[in-house]
């Protein structure tokens, strides 16, 4: 799975529920994707045993074994997102610290006034608007369809190439069986 801590008070962006309910997973809950439940053949309120990396000192980690509870579900079409609470960052030694940062401008600044005071914060190494990755999504479809229309004009090129060819063919036959005729 591709783990998120979110803070459950936020209420900016949280997942979804199957069955209603507010995401409040605690500190050993985990919030899974319907399909991934289905596929593990767990429900809310069994418990899966979560491999993840536990940071064991300034930089290495250690691969782990937890209980964690599942204590929702969420509708994502993929497998792969799963949500915890930020307090679950203890029991994977992530106190402090954060890959990714999701960040909402005070009314009145853009997103550039916020780009421009992270930046200098030692540890940031990237700032990316929110679409960027929708828009990323969207330049690679659209090259797969430049692709399929290139393979399109081929085919109807090809298309139009066999008709004008056998429309020749056929009429140099009928000139010939006219010539025939008279002859």
């Known amino acids: 799975v591709a783990l998120m801590l979110l803070d459950p008070h936020d209420t900016t962006w949280r997942p979804t529920l199957v069955g ?3 995401f409040d997973p605690g500190a050993r809950g985990i919030v899974l994707a319907r399909k991934a439940a289905r596929d593990l053949g767990v429900h809310v309120g069994d418990t899966v045993r979560l491999r993840h990396p536990r940071r064991v000192g300034e930089r290495s ?3 782990v074994d937890s209980r964690v509870e599942v204590v929702g579900l969420h509708p994502n079409p993929f497998r792969i997102p799963a949500y915890m609470s930020l307090d679950a960052a ?3 030694g992530l106190e402090g610290a954060a890959n990714a940062l999701s960040v909402v401008p005070a ?3 853009s997103s550039d006034d916020v780009a421009r005071v992270l930046f200098p914060i030692p540890g940031v ?3 990316q608007r929110a679409p960027a990755t929708i828009e990323a999504l969207r330049e ?4 797969y369809t430049d692709i399929l229309r290139v393979t399109e004009v081929a085919a109807v090129a090809l298309v139009l190439l066999l008709a004008f060819n056998a429309t020749g063919i056929a009429i140099e ?3 010939r069986e006219h010539a025939t005729m008279l002859a």
């Open 107 to 109: 009314h009145g600044r």
């Open 90 to 92: 203890k029991l994977l």
């Open 61 to 63: 980690f250690a691969y």
């Open 140 to 143: 690679v479809m659209d090259q």
């Open 173 to 175: 036959e009928r000139v």
């Open 20 to 22: 209603g309910g507010t």
């Open 125 to 127: 190494t990237s700032v």
